[in-house]
């Protein structure tokens, strides 16, 4: 609240522009070094709707980002979400005689900050005009900022520059900045400089959900997203196909609630607070530790833990997240309101299925994906079955003929026995080699179990 | 002005019908109407519905027949059932009448209800025909009260006569095929009779398809008299439950010569999943009853045959296991109603029903525990602590619940207790938490210190 009223006071007292507020030439200087780094990124985009597995094709421009003198460009996350995989992405470097046009690879997103990194690739090495970002700068509620960005398509995607204001500082789920009003399309995802022309951020509009905030849920109010939550993929950026960093983020394998002050009236404890433990996942280390449903967590690897509200269940989450695969840490908790202490050995967090390996048969029509640990928590399904997901059903192909529906496990396929998707497609390989006139599907839909009756016709050899 | 707007039409329609249809057969729908009409029931019972965490009761429009001089009328359980608390009736000649609801069937959709008559006071009848010998292209008529209109006939002819409705109609009516009809059946012909020319009740129409023209559905006669006579004698339906489902072979192959059904799922901790049967199986036999579906329209009277077996009893399942033949012993267990009963809880604004199997294989719980909250009022204390539909109350204050009855006991003491607090041990699919209702707090507190 007092921020918010500090905020309007800001912009009604300011009387000068951001820009105005610069240094003399700080703002002709940072231009002329960021302003190369800028590129236009054109893209194709595919939108697979997940109940038909119908694909949708259409093409995007969007603002990219230099970062790296190899190549790496950073642009904004939306690019890549659940169901829209962006093809034939090219990266325009330069304006005017200079500019240059190049075709770059997709990198794997990473899951914890709303950005996608592309690497340009082009014919011959050369070395990129890139923006180095400064770590670990604060700034100041007011203090005046420079956002780059590119004009759009009519103005042949001119660079420029807009002036702003640090509106409002956000403490959770961890430090942002806010701008003092919105931004343009063509800035969105481009660098954020501070009055001694540091590149403190990129501006970016939306929090992933893991940040607190659903995809698009807030949209409309510009931030910073600080260089420190994108660096670390910048100096080790993550592969085209394997998950680098998710890999490395510890997992305890529970989940939990706020212990509020009601509860802990209830359940007669001292105020000094924890997290109760809701939910303990199936084979998790925090389940083989021996903790249990219903503890409260005080202290986890010597940091005191206390979430009164929803959201600081989050910083939980981050604390096991970064304490390191491998790692014991101590827990410490209360059980009945007796004060106990366990170790417990963090394991990498299990893949999520956004992530997940997929495979697509293009003989009987699925593509499918493993079963992960999130989407057996979704729905709800033991540890006792093994299978693959269906992902999607390609319209007219054999399993849609046979009334297959996306969200169907395979249990079984022509009588082999699948568990993952290895199984999966050396059985369908061997269906191919046998060329069987039906291939019955032993599959779980909902709780249920049952049969369906692909009848591929073969072509001729 | 709007009755005009109401006749017009159906002068309109008359006519028509009077120009291209022959007058022996204008006499035969004549003469069958003339013979169901007057045994005719505009049935509007109260009804108590559950919705947005609250008991309501509203009234729902309906139509039946009356079967038997005394006074018992069939119509569809949607229609009056063991939800109904007053069931009002209009006959023919416009008498008004009170109804009893001697019981129903969920699984069938059929209901038995008895006309609280003067004494001695006998009624017109239907005469019941039988279903199994209709034939598609056979002219039919729907009577009852479309939309509330009391009295109303609509002509067609039979579509089908063993639709197959699979979805969530198979899991609602799985032991009948219906007889698709293009004769009008609209909301409020439900429970009326589907008729044939020869003036003999065929069906109880039930069902349309939305969106589409003429296309509605009918209980066949055979399948509703079986279920009066069980209703008649028990005062409901008992039917067995063996926890599996089943499929036709051509689920697995398109081979006419494999014979038997198909096990498609098993459930846990059901009989059939104690006496070892396996999905993928082959049901030969029932107690040296040859059981065979090639096509899902020949599935129902398997699972009838199933479900006919007598409670708590063994039988005997001749199955095909991968080609080896085997003879399984199976115990059955009665099946329980389809939805359990439902009350509302005033003081948290929440309904909450009982744990059916169904819910249970679906929370993955492994014994039948809890109460399941089927709905919530906005703003009140359930609401406000965050309870929602769908979720499984396991605990209360650290007690297990054992049932519906003995939640409705706790929340009774919580409330008589006044405490401030009440904690209840949640599950919601795989993720378990705790809710804390706030009680109090509402009108009626007096502050401390005030005196008026």
């Known amino acids: 609240m007092l921020q918010t009223a500090t905020c309007i006071a800001i912009a009604l007292t300011q009387t000068i522009s951001a820009l105005g507020a610069m240094p003399t030439g700080t703002v002709e200087r940072a231009h002329e070094r960021v302003a190369p780094a800028l590129c236009v990124v054109n893209y194709g985009l595919e939108r697979t709707n997940p109940a038909t597995g119908q694909v949708d094709r259409s093409s995007g421009s969007t603002l990219g980002l230099i970062v790296s003198p190899d190549g790496l460009v950073m642009v904004r996350g939306h690019m890549q979400i659940e169901n829209l995989q962006p093809f034939n992405v090219r990266v325009v470097v330069g304006q005017g005689d200079e500019e240059q046009d190049y075709p770059a690879k997709v990198l794997r997103k990473p899951d914890n900050v709303n950005v996608l990194f592309l690497k340009i690739e082009p014919p011959t090495p050369r070395t990129f005009p890139h923006v180095t970002f400064a770590r670990g700068v604060s700034l100041g509620l007011g203090e005046p900022v420079m956002a780059f960005g590119l004009l759009g398509d009519t103005f042949d995607n001119a660079r420029g520059v807009q002036g702003r204001f640090i509106g409002s500082i956000l403490d959770s789920p961890r430090r942002y900045y806010g701008l003092d009003t919105p931004v343009p399309n063509g800035f969105i995802g481009g660098p954020c400089l501070d009055a001694n022309g540091r590149v403190v951020g990129v501006v970016g509009y939306d929090l992933t959900r893991e940040q607190g905030g659903d995809l698009y849920a807030r949209a409309g109010y510009p931030l910073v997203y600080q260089s420190d939550l994108f660096t670390r993929y910048i100096d080790n950026p993550p592969s085209e196909t394997e998950l680098t960093e998710s890999a490395e983020d510890a997992w305890l394998g529970v989940f939990t609630q706020p212990l509020t002050d009601d509860l802990a009236r209830y359940w007669n404890l001292p105020a000094e607070g924890g997290i109760v433990i809701s939910t303990m996942v199936d084979g998790s280390p925090a389940e083989s530790s021996g903790l249990q449903r219903g503890d409260i967590v005080t202290r986890f690897n010597g940091v005191a833990v206390r979430a009164r509200q929803d959201r600081d269940v989050l910083d939980f989450t981050k604390l096991v997240r970064e304490t390191g695969v491998g790692n014991e840490a101590e827990v410490h908790f209360l059980r009945d309101g007796e004060p106990m202490t366990l170790t417990v050995t963090l394991v990498p967090r299990p893949t999520a299925a956004a992530d997940a390996l997929e495979f697509e048969d293009d003989i009987f029509g699925l593509t499918v994906r493993d079963l992960t640990t999130d989407v057996r928590i979704m729905l709800n399904i033991g540890p006792d079955v093994e299978g693959v997901i269906v992902r999607r059903v390609k319209s007219g192909s054999w399993a849609d003929l046979a009334q297959m529906r996306p969200g169907a496990i395979v249990l079984e396929f022509g009588g082999i026995p699948v568990t993952n998707i290895e199984d999966f497609e050396a059985a369908v390989e061997r269906m191919a080699a046998e060329r069987p006139a039906e291939v019955a599907v032993f599959c779980r839909v909902g709780q249920r179990t049952g049969f369906f009756r692909l009848q591929p016709r073969w072509p001729a050899e | ?452």
């Not at chain 2, 007889?179 to 020869?198: E, F, H, K, M, Y």
Request: net charge negative; aromatic share 4%; charged share 25%.
């Open chain 2, 1 to 452: 002005m709007n009755r005009l707007c109401l006749i017009l039409p159906v002068f309109a329609v008359l006519a028509a019908g009077c120009a291209t249809m022959p007058a022996s057969q204008d006499r035969a729908v004549l003469r069958a109407r003339d013979q169901v009409a007057p045994a005719m029931v505009h049935i509007r019972p109260v009804r108590e519905v559950f919705r947005r965490g609250e008991r309501e009761e509203v009234v729902v429009v309906g139509s039946g027949f009356i079967i038997s001089p005394d006074g018992y009328v069939i119509t569809n359980e949607h229609v009056a059932g063991e939800r109904s608390t007053l069931v009002r009736c209009v006959l023919s000649d416009k008498e008004e009448i009170e109804a009893e609801v001697i019981g129903s069937d969920p699984f069938t959709d059929i209901a038995l209800l008895k006309l609280k008559g003067k004494p001695g006071q006998t009624f017109p009848t239907v005469r019941l025909g039988d279903s199994s010998r209709l034939e598609a292209g056979q002219t039919v008529m729907a009577l009852g009260s479309p939309h509330g209109l009391a009295r109303s006939v609509s002509l067609g002819i039979v579509s089908v006569t063993d639709r197959y409705l699979g979805g969530s109609d198979q899991e609602r009516a799985p032991y009948n095929n219906w007889i698709q009809t293009d004769a009008a059946i609209n909301p409020g012909n439900s429970g009326g009779p589907l008729v044939n020319l020869r003036g003999e009740v065929i069906g109880v129409n039930a069902r349309k398809l939305t969106g589409a023209d003429n296309v509605g559905f009918a209980i066949p006669i055979n399948i509703a008299r079986e279920v009066v006579e069980d209703i008649k004698d028990n005062g409901r339906v008992e039917r067995s439950w063996l926890g599996m489902t089943v499929q036709a072979t051509t689920s697995i192959t398109d081979n006419p010569d494999r014979l038997g059904v198909v096990i498609g799922s098993v459930d846990p901790y059901s009989p059939a999943a104690q006496s070892g049967i396996r999905p993928g199986d082959l049901i030969l036999a029932v107690n040296g009853h040859p059981v065979h579906a090639r096509f899902e329209e020949e599935l129902p009277p398997v699972r009838k045959r199933l479900a006919d077996l007598p409670v708590g009893e063994t039988a005997t399942l001749s199955l095909d296991r991968g080609g080896s033949m085997m003879d399984l012993e199976v115990v059955t267990l009665e099946k329980s109603e389809m939805r359990g009963e439902e009350r509302a809880l005033d003081a948290w604004g929440c309904t909450v029903t009982e744990v059916t199997p169904e819910i249970m294989a679906r929370a993955r719980l492994t014994e039948r525990a809890g109460a399941f909250v089927s709905g919530t009022r906005e703003g009140g204390m359930a609401s406000n602590a965050g309870l929602g539909a769908g979720d499984i109350v396991l605990s209360v204050d650290g007690e297990p619940v054992r049932n519906l009855a003995h939640f409705l006991e706790l929340h009774e003491e919580a409330v008589d207790s006044g405490r401030e607090l009440v904690l209840m041990d949640v599950k919601r699919g795989a993720l378990t938490r705790f809710v804390l209702l706030k009680q109090g707090g509402s009108a009626g507190a007096v502050a401390p210190g005030f005196d008026g």
